[in-house]
């Protein structure tokens, strides 16, 4: 049996993942962690939910406790950049929790709170920063950020940070650090475009290591597909939390305004939920992330870029309120689910102007979705929609990426779970 002591890891830093309550790896750590290890450039690529964050923080950790701590003052030494808050937060923390038994300081970094406390900790002195792209960017400007002792770049969710447009700004970050860095480069899925970019700012023999189809989800969700109205979608979604054996449940919503409307209807019905999106503050954000967790709300109601971030492995159901419409965000969104070596279930509503999406999403994954009735609710009769004939699915007319070529080596396995902000 696999243990992290068999990936070369020092004691100081076995010790805090055996606080930390871990004793065996997953596959992308296994596969990972080593390569991260030898100081080369890599490209990590896994679904989410196995293990992405302790594949980078473990290597990280090890290599600062390791190296002589550069002479005069603190620099800044290893720097990891993430899309969200959310997920900056938790990345901070896992480097705190993993690193419990060795000196290093860490701080996360992010918009939609004030600056002092964090130009406070900037100025004790840090070795590790966890940021968002545009609350880094803004204090560099100012000065509170010295990235040219940086030994460790790591860029996280880096599709993600893609699609929200932070490529740019990642770009001037890279071009503030030390030519002789190591850069980690993780993300769920590798379109051609980020390919592009790692190409860039990694070395020729840089690593690629990916565990699992890129575009399938976690073999552990259980995915369905409703056909519904849209006018329906509240009733149906009332009839499944009252009908399926849920514990927590995350449901997403295509905009804003809509979660609060979900959330509110919810409520009106007995419901614990909350809300989370970037029109919350980040104490707000916070606050109802840290309820779902400890289960004061049993649902939480969120947007695609505020989910980012989410790790709470009790999640029994994804609900998709509205269909996803890229496939790779409905990898992410599901991957909520299924964490950890459990089981989860994935529902997806589809309406019929949805259903373009739910095709896109089939043809990406390779796989069909299965159809799940709940009585007149998602007659297809309801929506126009599509119903099964003969083993084919037929339209009911309504009545009125390449991959990795800059490194080597390809590790496989099983999956297994364990703008500016």
């Known amino acids: 049996m696999m243990t992290f002591k068999n990936l070369g890891l020092t004691e100081k830093i076995l010790q805090g993942v055996l606080a930390a309550g871990y004793s065996s790896p997953t596959p992308i750590q296994t596969a990972a962690i080593p390569v991260a290890l030898t100081g080369r450039d890599m490209i990590g690529c896994a679904q989410t ?3 992405k964050t302790a594949a980078f923080v473990l290597p990280l950790l090890d290599r600062l406790t390791n190296a002589p701590r550069p002479k005069g003052g603190r620099p800044v030494r290893a720097l990891a950049v993430t899309p969200t808050r959310e997920l900056a937060l938790q990345v901070e923390q896992a480097i705190r929790a993993y690193g419990k038994f060795t000196p290093h300081r860490s701080v996360a970094i992010f918009g939609g709170v004030p600056m002092g406390p964090q130009i406070k900790a900037l100025r004790r002195g840090v070795d590790i920063i966890v940021a968002t792209p545009g609350r880094l960017l803004d204090h560099m400007e100012r000065g509170n950020i010295d990235l040219s002792h940086v030994e460790v770049l790591i860029l996280d ?3 993600r940070m ?10 001037k970050i890279v071009a503030r650090t030390s030519k002789e860095r190591q850069t980690l480069l993780f993300s769920a899925t590798m379109p051609r475009e980020v390919q592009k970019f790692a190409r860039s700012i990694l070395t020729p023999d840089a690593e690629f290591v ?4 890129r575009r399938n989800p976690a073999e552990t969700v259980v995915q369905h597909a409703c ?15 009252q009908n399926e054996p849920i514990d927590n449940v995350l449901v997403f919503s295509r905009t804003k305004h809509r979660a609060d409307r979900i959330t509110r209807g919810l409520a009106k019905k007995g419901f614990t939920a909350t809300a989370l999106h970037s029109n919350k503050s980040q104490n707000q954000r916070q606050r109802a992330l840290d309820g779902f967790k400890r289960g004061r709300f049993q649902i939480l109601v969120a947007t695609d870029i505020a989910a980012r971030g989410i790790d709470v492995d009790t999640i029994s159901h994804v609900i998709n309120y509205d269909t996803p419409n890229q496939a790779e965000d409905y990898i992410h969104r599901i991957g909520r689910t299924g964490r950890a070596e459990s089981t989860g279930d994935a529902i997806t509503f589809v ?17 069909r979705l299965a159809r799940k009735e709940y009585g007149s609710l998602t007659a297809p009769e309801a ?9 084919r699915r037929e339209r009911k007319a309504p009545s009125g990426g390449r991959p990795w070529k800059g490194g080597s080596g390809r590790p496989g396995g099983r999956r297994s779970p364990s703008r500016r902000k």
Do not use: C, W
């Not at 929506?383 to 083993?391: A, D, K, L, V």
């Open 49 to 51: 939910g196995t293990g």
């Open 227 to 241: 056909s519904v109205a849209s006018h329906q979608k509240m009733d149906l979604l009332l009839h499944v939390l």
């Open 351 to 367: 309406a019929r102007d949805e259903e373009s999406y739910l095709r896109n999403i089939e043809r990406h994954t390779g796989q």
């Open 157 to 159: 969710e880096a599709d």
């Open 162 to 171: 893609l699609d929200m447009g932070f490529i740019p700004d990642i770009r």
């Open 210 to 213: 990916e565990v699992g189809e």
């Open 383 to 391: 929506s126009g929609s599509f119903q099964e004939s003969g083993g």
